[in-house]
T-cell receptor
């Protein structure tokens, strides 16, 4: 079974703090993604990576950065947390499978509250 | 930018009734996926549709991809309490990324 793990289920931080969210997958997937989920807005893509050290902005990258130093690990960084970044953060991974089914496997999510 | 809208946002049905959620994209999609998220859980892949007009079935679930590849639907026949959750469509936008719909939250009343 594919396993995607995230470092914390719940996190509470203060405005201005630097926040690290970690994601690890054990299936040797090339692609990794960070989404945030907010009621009524669905899942919105923050950043994704299709290879080690490669990253691309998603639809809402402002206020976030990412790091992918190893294939299995993808980190999301909030440089200076703000209250509007309070959300559920979901990590996902998938094989690069052009022309085939590229299922995204999601982690359990991190509910981040910024006070 | 590219958007994928889903309707309805919420749906309450009596157990045994049918349910349909619709997904509409502002642009043509190369393929579309459907995911289910149980309350308190994370999205889990259900199916992928690729061809124009494609119809796929999984037991009581029927998935359709529109002829123009800009819309899709998920229909559940005779809902059960185990169908409760939020259903998302996700359209491929580019080589690697998908754009998720806003989701439809289904509640099934026993």
């Amino acid at each position: 079974d594919v396993k995607v793990t995230q470092s914390s289920r719940y996190l509470v931080k203060r405005t201005g703090e630097k926040v690290f969210l970690e994601c690890v997958q054990d299936m040797d997937h090339e692609n990794m993604f960070w989404y945030r989920q907010d009621p009524g807005l669905g899942l919105r893509l923050i950043y994704f990576s299709y290879d080690v050290k490669m990253k691309e902005k998603g639809d809402i990258p402002e206020g976030y950065s990412v790091s992918r130093e190893k294939k299995e690990r993808f980190s999301l960084i909030l440089e200076s947390a703000s209250t509007n970044q309070t959300s559920m953060y979901l990590c996902a991974s998938s094989h690069l499978a052009l022309g085939l089914t590229d299922t995204q496997y999601f982690g359990p999510g991190t509910r981040l509250t910024v006070l | 930018g590219q958007q994928v809208m889903q309707i309805p946002q919420y749906q309450h049905v009596q157990e045994g009734e049918d349910f349909t959620t619709y997904c509409n994209s502002s642009t043509t999609l190369s393929n579309i996926q459907w995911y289910k998220q149980r309350p308190g859980g994370h999205p889990v892949f259900l199916i992928q549709l690729v061809k124009s007009g494609e119809v796929k079935k999984q037991k009581r679930l029927t998935f359709q991809f529109g002829e123009a590849k800009k819309n899709s639907s998920l229909h559940i026949t005779a809902t059960q309490t185990t169908d409760v959750g939020t259903y998302f469509c996700a359209g491929r936008a580019g080589t690697y990324k998908y754009i998720f719909g806003t989701g439809t939250r289904l509640k099934v009343l026993a």
